[in-house]
C-alpha cells in the first residue's frame, strides 16, 4: 500500500497563516510515500507569494509530485504572462512542468494545464499526452498509474461542461489506452471523488476522480478548508478527507470513501459490496 498526500489550491497571498502549522504536523504524522500539490501555489504568482510557497513544501516530506495552476502565470503583467509565463514557477518551485515518480506500487505522473491565452481555464495537449504515453509505456501492469493536474478531466453533473480541462474527452481517450487508474486535480475549490464511467463512455474503463478542495486559501467557497488522504492499493483506493475544524483549531478527518477495482473499471465500495449493484 502507498500512501498519497493530496494538497491544492494553497493561493499564498491568500493564505489562512494560522492553518500551516497544524497542517504540516497533521502530514508529518501521516508520514506519506508521495506529496501532491496540485497547482495554484500562489495567488498572483508574484515573487514574495512565490517565496512563501517555497517555504512552506520545505517543511513538508518528500518525495514531491507539483504541478502549477492558472493562478501560478501572472495576470496582470502581459509581458510576463504570455512570454514568460511560468518562469517564476520554475525559479522557486521546480522546472520540472512534467513530474514523475515510480516505484513498486505507483506511478505518478504530473500535467501541466495552466495556458496563458485563457484567465481560469486549462488545456492539455497532443504532446502532453504523448509524454505521458512514454512515460507510462514501460510500467509494469501491476502498478497503479496516478495522473495529477491542476484543471479537472470530470466533475459532478452541478458542475458545467466548461469547468472541465480543454480537450478532456481526447485525454480519456489516451489515458484509457495507457491504463490510468486515478486523476487526482483542483482548481475548484471542491472536494469531490467518484468514477469517469457517467460521464465517458468507454469501452471496459472508467478512472477515479479526485478533486481537493483548497488547503490553505481564504477562498473557500462555501467549503471548509480541507485534503484528501489516498491509500492506494492494486484493487482498492481509500479516500480520506480532512476539513478545518474553526472550533478546535486542527484538521480533522471529516469522511472516508472507498473505490474497488475490477479489470479497468473503477467503482465506489459501499459496505463491502460493489456501488454498481454487486
Known amino acids: 500500500m502507498r500512501t498519497l498526500v493530496h494538497l491544492s489550491d ?4 491568500r493564505v489562512d497563516h494560522s492553518l500551516l502549522a497544524p497542517l504540516r504536523q497533521l502530514i508529518e504524522r501521516i508520514d506519506p510515500d508521495v506529496l501532491v500539490v496540485s497547482g495554484d ?13 517555497r517555504a512552506f513544501l520545505d517543511t513538508l516530506p518528500g518525495p514531491q509530485i507539483i504541478v502549477p495552476g492558472n493562478h501560478d502565470i501572472s495576470l496582470y503583467n502581459v509581458f510576463r504572462r504570455f512570454v514568460k509565463p511560468l518562469s517564476r514557477y520554475r525559479r522557486y518551485i521546480t522546472d520540472d512542468l512534467d513530474p ?24 492539455v495537449s497532443r504532446d502532453q499526452l504523448d509524454v505521458v504515453r512514454r512515460q507510462l509505456a514501460d510500467v509494469p501492469p501491476e502498478i497503479t498509474r496516478i ?3 491542476h484543471h ?14 480543454n480537450r478532456a ?3 480519456m481517450q489516451a489515458f484509457s489506452e495507457c491504463g490510468v487508474d486515478i486523476l487526482m486535480g483542483g482548481h475548484m475549490h471542491a472536494s469531490h471523488a467518484g468514477s469517469t464511467a457517467a460521464r465517458y463512455q468507454l469501452s471496459e474503463y472508467a478512472a477515479l ?3 481537493a478542495g483548497t488547503a490553505t486559501s481564504t477562498r473557500g467557497r462555501g467549503e471548509v478548508n480541507s485534503f484528501n488522504v489516498l491509500r492506494v492499493e492494486p484493487q482498492k483506493v481509500e479516500i480520506d478527507r480532512y476539513g478545518w475544524d474553526v472550533v478546535h483549531g486542527h484538521f480533522e478527518m471529516m469522511a472516508t470513501e472507498k473505490f474497488m477495482r475490477t479489470g479497468s473499471v473503477w467503482t465506489p465500495h459501499i459496505d463491502g459490496l460493489m456501488a454498481a449493484g454487486l
Open 100 to 123: 514523475f515518480y515510480l516505484d513498486e506500487e505507483i506511478a505518478v505522473v504530473g500535467v501541466n494545464t495552466a495556458r496563458s491565452f485563457t484567465i481560469k481555464d486549462g488545456k
Open 10 to 13: 494553497l493561493h499564498f497571498g
Open 169 to 171: 474527452p481526447r485525454a
Open 152 to 165: 479537472p478531466f470530470d466533475l459532478p453533473d452541478h458542475f458545467e461542461e466548461r469547468d472541465l480541462v
Open 147 to 149: 495522473i495529477v493536474a
Open 209 to 211: 476522480v479526485v478533486q
Open 41 to 53: 501555489l500562489t495567488q498572483r504568482a508574484r515573487p514574495e507569494q512565490f517565496e512563501e510557497a
